[in-house]
């Protein structure tokens, strides 16, 4: 193995820049191989200025630091890429040219850091002849294969914090706090926050609610002397028989971005007396610095993808599973994307706390 090729696609997510360095780092010291940063996701290998090299000066005192120093791109699908032609906008499909910079690079290997979007690129660029290894990339955790991804949970002590500092204030005000998170359909940061810093209520994608059973829900707790409640809910949550919020729709390069659902559930309670307040916590959740276990599961996948494209492993991802840094192919990853499993521990230990999530 002479080259390798890093890149960073879709959003970005704390721990990026942890998997970088520690891919550089095991690359020279462990290989003697030669790192290329690509930057802006695939776009690099088409942008001008967009390859550069990395050495071990480029990733010092890069570990606490969020986003990514090789920049990403979310709207970075090779195969559907928006370019002005003759005055109008059109949508070309770039993949042969992504082959042809590999093969121009010469690298032995393509470390492809990122989401359900970006990993599904690489496993469609494989086919294409590209030697790819994925590292599961989101704060999400809705990637299949792997029992966690990086970035989630600096993302779930985010919004914990946040809980923590909406109950001063709900309390001191006899108030209904209602925090809307990320998660895309996947409601795995509401359920771990809000397990996580005491929620009364967690609304997540996986289990449709009715307003109804929310309101109920914070009035038994005022007729029980609680005269606050705390109310989580997942960006994708959605009313029995209702659907998604949506801020924007989508086309064939952004996927439509979800918002409006804690609103939503904060009118409907403030409708029915109960005074409310409504937070959306957006991108705090994804930057600033990764917590301890982001950079160290970063770290061990940066490592083990290289490790993988020194074995000539391609066409697969690393993945946490029991624990132990392993790999699953790129197909597995994203076959099936992972949802809160209703029947898990966390629900059931949630349920059997009190916290309600506004199916009953
Ligand atoms: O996938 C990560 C994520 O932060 C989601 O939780 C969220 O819905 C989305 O990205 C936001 O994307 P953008 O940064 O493009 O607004």
Redesign the pocket.
């Known amino acids: 193995m002479k080259r390798i090729g890093i890149l960073t696609g879709g959003?970005d997510a704390p721990g990026l820049n942890a998997v970088i360095r520690a891919a550089v780092k095991t690359a020279i010291y462990e290989y003697r191989c030669e790192v290329i940063g690509i930057r802006d996701g695939y776009d690099g290998f088409i942008n001008e200025k967009g390859i550069i090299p990395l050495g071990i000066e480029d990733v010092r005192g890069i570990l606490p630091r969020g986003g990514t120093i090789l920049g990403a791109a979310?709207r970075g699908n090779p195969y559907a890429r928006k370019i002005i032609r003759d005055g109008k906008e059109i949508t070309i499909d770039v993949s042969d040219e992504i082959i042809k910079g590999i093969k121009r690079l010469e690298l032995d290997g393509l470390l492809v850091l990122g989401?359900d979007g970006t990993l599904r690129s690489a496993h469609e660029l494989y086919k294409k002849g590209a030697p790819v290894i994925g590292v599961p990339k989101?704060?999400?955790n809705d990637i299949g294969g792997t029992e966690v991804t990086f970035g989630f949970d600096t993302a779930v002590s985010i919004a914990t914090e946040a809980i923590d500092r909406l109950h001063t204030t709900a309390e001191a005000h006899h108030r209904v706090m209602v925090l809307e998170l990320?998660?895309?359909d996947a409601g795995f940061i509401a359920l771990h926050a809000g397990v996580a810093g005491g929620a009364d209520v967690i609304l997540i994608p996986e289990i449709p609610f009715k307003f109804e059973s929310v309101v109920t829900e914070v009035r038994q707790r005022v007729e029980r002397g609680y005269l606050f409640s705390i109310l989580v809910v997942s960006?994708g949550a959605k009313p029995l028989g209702g659907s998604q919020s949506f801020s924007r729709g989508g086309d064939e390069i952004y996927t439509p971005?979800?918002g409006g659902i804690g609103h939503a559930v904060g009118e409907y309670v403030d409708r029915h007396g109960y005074e409310t307040r409504v937070t959306v916590l957006g991108?705090l959740q994804?930057g600033g610095t990764p917590t301890s276990f982001d950079r160290w599961l970063a770290t061990r996948y940066g490592a083990a993808a290289v490790r993988l494209a020194a074995e000539g492993k391609f066409d697969r991802m690393v993945a946490l599973r029991e624990g132990k840094v392993q790999d699953v192919s790129l197909e597995e990853a994203i076959a099936i994307p992972k949802r809160v499993d209703l029947n898990d521990d966390a629900v059931i230990t949630a349920r059997g706390m009190g916290i309600a999530f506004g199916d009953e």
């Open positions: 959003g979310n989401g989101t704060i999400d990320m998660g895309r960006e971005r979800l991108h994804r």
